[in-house]
C-alpha cells in the first residue's frame, strides 16, 4: 500500500510572495522583464537573460504543452508523471501531471494549470486539456 | 596559460569495498587518501594541498583536521559526481600557481548502508520540489526527449549496460559481475520511463583518491607517469524556462575546452571513462564529447562498439558504475582511476587497451534533465 503523499507549503520569500499571494487566488504568474522582453519561470527579481532588474509580474493562461516527462513507477507514495511543461507564453517548467492516465502523456500534449491545496499557498500542477 | 602538462596523477585508489556497514564515513575517506598515498610512494606529511566535495563529513576543514594534514591549500567545490574531475583540474591550477605541490583528493560516503542526507535547497525550492525529481526520473524525462527527437531505442540503451558487463565480469571487486544481454535489459522492469533496472547504476558504499603533483615530483615516483593535459568543467540548467533542450548536458561545453587545451581530437582517444549514472547519461555525453553527432550516440553505442577488444571506443572498462561501483552516488573518483589505469597498463588484462596514451574522464553532477555540472578530464601517458 502506498500511502497519499502530502504536498509540502512553499516556504515563500520577499521575492516570490506576489506568485503565492495570486495562487491563493487561482492566478498563474509568470515574470516578465521590460528591458529585454523576455518571460521566464520560476521567477526571479533580475532577469536570468539580459540581467536587467526590469522585471514585472504578468498573469499566464497557464496553458502549454508536455515538453518530455517520465512516469516515476517506484515510490513510496504511489506512481507519479513528473514533466516538462512549455508555457504559450515562452518558458519551460517542471511539474507533475495530474488527474490523468499516466500511460496516455504524450510528448505535445496540450496541457493546463491546476491548482492543488496545502497547508500554505496552494501548488500549480498540470493536467491534459 | 594552460595547465596542459603541469599536473601529474600519481597516486590512485578505490576503496575494494561496496558495502561498509562497519565504518564511518571519515574512516572511509582516511583509508582511501592512505591507499592514494601508498599507491604513489607517499605520506601524509608530503600532502600540502586537500580537495573535498559535499561528501566529506563536516566539509574541508574538518577533514584537514581529521587527517590530521597540514596543508596550503584548500578546495571544496561541490557539483555532485563531477566534483573529483573539477578537483583534478583545480589541482592541476593550484599546481602551476605554485599554490601547492602534492594535492589529495578524497571520496567516500556510505549510501549502500542508509539513505544520504539531503542537499540544501536552492532558489528553486519552492518551484520544483513538490514534483519530485529524483535521478531515476531527472534522467528518464532526458531519455525520454532523446527518443522524441532521435528515435533513440530502449535496445540501443541496453548496449551501454551489455558493455559494462562484459568488462566487470573481470573486476573481483565488481558489484555485478554477470555478463547480460539487450534483452535482459529491456525485460528488467521499468522504473521510470524509459529507464529500466538496468539502465540504472548500482548503489555502493565506498569511496576513492587521487594524488595529483608536479612534474618533478611525478618523475621522482616509481609509477608509470599520467599527466593532465586538458580540462574543462561548465554548468547547465533550465535557466528561466527559456529554450529548455534537455537532450544535451554542459559536456558541449567542458569537452570542447578540454579537447582545445589538450590539442587533440575525440578521434585520438584510445580509452573513455564515461560517467554511467545510466545509460542515457553515458550516450549523452559521447554525444556531447564529439564521439558521434548529436543524434547519433543510440547507432554509436550498438553492437558492443563499446566494449574493450570489440569495439571502436572501450569505455569503463572496470564495470563502471552500472556495474562496479558508484561510491557515495558520484561517479567521477572512479572515472578517473579507471582512466589512470589503463595509462599505467594497468587494467585487467582481458580490457587492457593496447598502446592507451590518451585517455578521457568525463563525468557530470547534479541531475541532468534538471540542472547539473560537467567536467572533462584528458590525460596522457608520458
Redesign the interface.
Same mark, same amino acid.
Given at each position: 500500500m502506498s500511502e497519499a503523499?502530502k504536498?509540502?507549503a512553499?516556504?515563500?520569500n520577499p521575492e516570490?510572495k506576489a506568485f503565492?499571494d495570486a495562487a491563493t487566488e487561482g492566478k498563474f504568474l509568470i515574470k516578465r522583464c521590460t528591458a529585454c522582453g523576455?518571460a521566464?519561470?520560476?521567477p526571479?527579481s533580475i532577469?536570468?537573460?539580459c540581467f536587467s532588474d526590469h522585471t514585472v509580474w504578468e498573469q499566464s493562461a497557464g496553458e502549454g504543452e508536455i515538453?518530455?516527462?517520465?512516469?516515476?513507477?517506484?515510490?513510496p507514495t504511489g506512481p507519479?508523471a513528473? %514533466?516538462?511543461v512549455?508555457?504559450k507564453e515562452?518558458?519551460?517548467?517542471?511539474?507533475?501531471f495530474v488527474d490523468c492516465d499516466f500511460d496516455a502523456l504524450k510528448?505535445g500534449q496540450k496541457v493546463k494549470v491546476v491548482f492543488k491545496p496545502t497547508d500554505g499557498a496552494p501548488?500549480p500542477f498540470f493536467t491534459p486539456v | 596559460m594552460t595547465i596542459k602538462g603541469k599536473a601529474y596523477i600519481a597516486g590512485i585508489y578505490e576503496h575494494p569495498t561496496r558495502h561498509a556497514p562497519d565504518k564511518s564515513t571519515a574512516q572511509l575517506h582516511a583509508e582511501v587518501a592512505k591507499g592514494a598515498l601508498e599507491d604513489a610512494g607517499l605520506s601524509a606529511a608530503d600532502v600540502d594541498g586537500y580537495f573535498c566535495a559535499g561528501d566529506a563529513p563536516g566539509g574541508a576543514w574538518p577533514m584537514v583536521d581529521y587527517l590530521g594534514l597540514k596543508v596550503r591549500h584548500i578546495d571544496s567545490t561541490e557539483t555532485g559526481g563531477c566534483s573529483y574531475l573539477i578537483h583534478v583540474g583545480h589541482a592541476a591550477e593550484a599546481i602551476a600557481a605554485g599554490k601547492c605541490s602534492i594535492a589529495l583528493i578524497t571520496l567516500a560516503g556510505k549510501p549502500r548502508t542508509g539513505p544520504m542526507p539531503p542537499r540544501a535547497a536552492g532558489?528553486?525550492?519552492?518551484?520544483?520540489?513538490?514534483?519530485?525529481?529524483?535521478t531515476?526520473?531527472?534522467y528518464?524525462?532526458?531519455?525520454?526527449?532523446h527518443m522524441?527527437d532521435y528515435g533513440t531505442t530502449s535496445e540501443q540503451l541496453a548496449w551501454i549496460k551489455v558493455a559494462a558487463s562484459h568488462h566487470a565480469q573481470y573486476n573481483p571487486h565488481a558489484m555485478l559481475k554477470e555478463v547480460v544481454t539487450v534483452e535482459d535489459v529491456i525485460n528488467s522492469?521499468?522504473?521510470?520511463?524509459?529507464?529500466h533496472r538496468m539502465d540504472c547504476c548500482v548503489v555502493t558504499d565506498g569511496g576513492g583518491a587521487l594524488i595529483v603533483t608536479t612534474p618533478e615530483i611525478a618523475k621522482s615516483l616509481k609509477k608509470p607517469l599520467v599527466r593532465l593535459i586538458g580540462h574543462g568543467e561548465a554548468m547547465k540548467g533550465?535557466? %528561466? %524556462?527559456?529554450d529548455?533542450d534537455?537532450t544535451y548536458s554542459a559536456g558541449v561545453w567542458s569537452g570542447p575546452r578540454a579537447f582545445e587545451e589538450a590539442g587533440i581530437t575525440p578521434k585520438d582517444i584510445k580509452y573513455a571513462s564515461i560517467y554511467d549514472s545510466f545509460t542515457i547519461t553515458v550516450l549523452m555525453q559521447l554525444e556531447d564529447l564529439g564521439f558521434c553527432r548529436k543524434g547519433e550516440g543510440g547507432k554509436f553505442v550498438a553492437d558492443g562498439n563499446l566494449i574493450s577488444g570489440v569495439g571502436k571506443l572501450p569505455f569503463n572498462t572496470d564495470g563502471g558504475g552500472l556495474c562496479s561501483n558508484h561510491p557515495v552516488n558520484r561517479g567521477g573518483m572512479t572515472k578517473v582511476i579507471e582512466a589512470v589505469r589503463q595509462l599505467r597498463g594497468e587494467a585487467h588484462p582481458k580490457v587492457q587497451v593496447q598502446n592507451c596514451d590518451l585517455a578521457i574522464a568525463h563525468g557530470t553532477g547534479g541531475l541532468l %534533465?534538471?540542472r547539473h555540472a560537467a567536467s572533462t578530464c584528458i590525460l596522457e601517458r608520458v
Amino acid at each position: 500500500m502506498s500511502e497519499a503523499k502530502k504536498l509540502p507549503a512553499p516556504v515563500t520569500n520577499p521575492e516570490t510572495k506576489a506568485f503565492w499571494d495570486a495562487a491563493t487566488e487561482g492566478k498563474f504568474l509568470i515574470k516578465r522583464c521590460t528591458a529585454c522582453g523576455e518571460a521566464h519561470y520560476f521567477p526571479r527579481s533580475i532577469c536570468p537573460f539580459c540581467f536587467s532588474d526590469h522585471t514585472v509580474w504578468e498573469q499566464s493562461a497557464g496553458e502549454g504543452e508536455i515538453y518530455t516527462f517520465s512516469i516515476m513507477r517506484k515510490s513510496p507514495t504511489g506512481p507519479y508523471a513528473i %514533466g516538462y511543461v512549455t508555457l504559450k507564453e515562452g518558458p519551460s517548467l517542471q511539474t507533475n501531471f495530474v488527474d490523468c492516465d499516466f500511460d496516455a502523456l504524450k510528448i505535445g500534449q496540450k496541457v493546463k494549470v491546476v491548482f492543488k491545496p496545502t497547508d500554505g499557498a496552494p501548488l500549480p500542477f498540470f493536467t491534459p486539456v | 596559460m594552460t595547465i596542459k602538462g603541469k599536473a601529474y596523477i600519481a597516486g590512485i585508489y578505490e576503496h575494494p569495498t561496496r558495502h561498509a556497514p562497519d565504518k564511518s564515513t571519515a574512516q572511509l575517506h582516511a583509508e582511501v587518501a592512505k591507499g592514494a598515498l601508498e599507491d604513489a610512494g607517499l605520506s601524509a606529511a608530503d600532502v600540502d594541498g586537500y580537495f573535498c566535495a559535499g561528501d566529506a563529513p563536516g566539509g574541508a576543514w574538518p577533514m584537514v583536521d581529521y587527517l590530521g594534514l597540514k596543508v596550503r591549500h584548500i578546495d571544496s567545490t561541490e557539483t555532485g559526481g563531477c566534483s573529483y574531475l573539477i578537483h583534478v583540474g583545480h589541482a592541476a591550477e593550484a599546481i602551476a600557481a605554485g599554490k601547492c605541490s602534492i594535492a589529495l583528493i578524497t571520496l567516500a560516503g556510505k549510501p549502500r548502508t542508509g539513505p544520504m542526507p539531503p542537499r540544501a535547497a536552492g532558489a528553486e525550492a519552492d518551484f520544483e520540489m513538490a514534483y519530485g525529481a529524483t535521478t531515476h526520473n531527472a534522467y528518464g524525462m532526458c531519455a525520454m526527449r532523446h527518443m522524441h527527437d532521435y528515435g533513440t531505442t530502449s535496445e540501443q540503451l541496453a548496449w551501454i549496460k551489455v558493455a559494462a558487463s562484459h568488462h566487470a565480469q573481470y573486476n573481483p571487486h565488481a558489484m555485478l559481475k554477470e555478463v547480460v544481454t539487450v534483452e535482459d535489459v529491456i525485460n528488467s522492469p521499468m522504473i521510470s520511463d524509459p529507464l529500466h533496472r538496468m539502465d540504472c547504476c548500482v548503489v555502493t558504499d565506498g569511496g576513492g583518491a587521487l594524488i595529483v603533483t608536479t612534474p618533478e615530483i611525478a618523475k621522482s615516483l616509481k609509477k608509470p607517469l599520467v599527466r593532465l593535459i586538458g580540462h574543462g568543467e561548465a554548468m547547465k540548467g533550465p535557466r %528561466g %524556462g527559456k529554450d529548455l533542450d534537455l537532450t544535451y548536458s554542459a559536456g558541449v561545453w567542458s569537452g570542447p575546452r578540454a579537447f582545445e587545451e589538450a590539442g587533440i581530437t575525440p578521434k585520438d582517444i584510445k580509452y573513455a571513462s564515461i560517467y554511467d549514472s545510466f545509460t542515457i547519461t553515458v550516450l549523452m555525453q559521447l554525444e556531447d564529447l564529439g564521439f558521434c553527432r548529436k543524434g547519433e550516440g543510440g547507432k554509436f553505442v550498438a553492437d558492443g562498439n563499446l566494449i574493450s577488444g570489440v569495439g571502436k571506443l572501450p569505455f569503463n572498462t572496470d564495470g563502471g558504475g552500472l556495474c562496479s561501483n558508484h561510491p557515495v552516488n558520484r561517479g567521477g573518483m572512479t572515472k578517473v582511476i579507471e582512466a589512470v589505469r589503463q595509462l599505467r597498463g594497468e587494467a585487467h588484462p582481458k580490457v587492457q587497451v593496447q598502446n592507451c596514451d590518451l585517455a578521457i574522464a568525463h563525468g557530470t553532477g547534479g541531475l541532468l %534533465g534538471v540542472r547539473h555540472a560537467a567536467s572533462t578530464c584528458i590525460l596522457e601517458r608520458v
